[in-house]
């Protein structure tokens, strides 16, 4: 494996960690972020930290792959 995939990978695990950490706090506190985007607003809760979490899981999963 690359230099370049395993420091992918580990910036991944940390981006997982965190957003599970997120997804956690949002669901005990029961908390909604509200983002700007443009000239609308946009609720962040648990669903959207989840659903990083599986999308990261999954490129590590195959950046770990033998290619």
Do not use: C, H, N
């Not at 494996?1 to 990978?9: H, K, L």
């Not at 029961?30 to 599986?54: C, E, M, N």
């Amino acid at each position: 494996m690359e230099v370049t995939q395993q420091r992918v990978i580990q910036f991944l695990e940390k981006e997982i960690k965190t957003y599970a950490a997120l997804q956690l706090f949002l669901v005990k506190e029961g908390v909604k972020q509200r983002v700007r985007l443009g000239d609308t607003g946009l609720f962040l809760g648990p669903s959207f930290y989840r659903d990083r979490v599986r999308e990261a899981k999954r490129l590590v999963s195959d950046l770990r792959k033998p290619q």
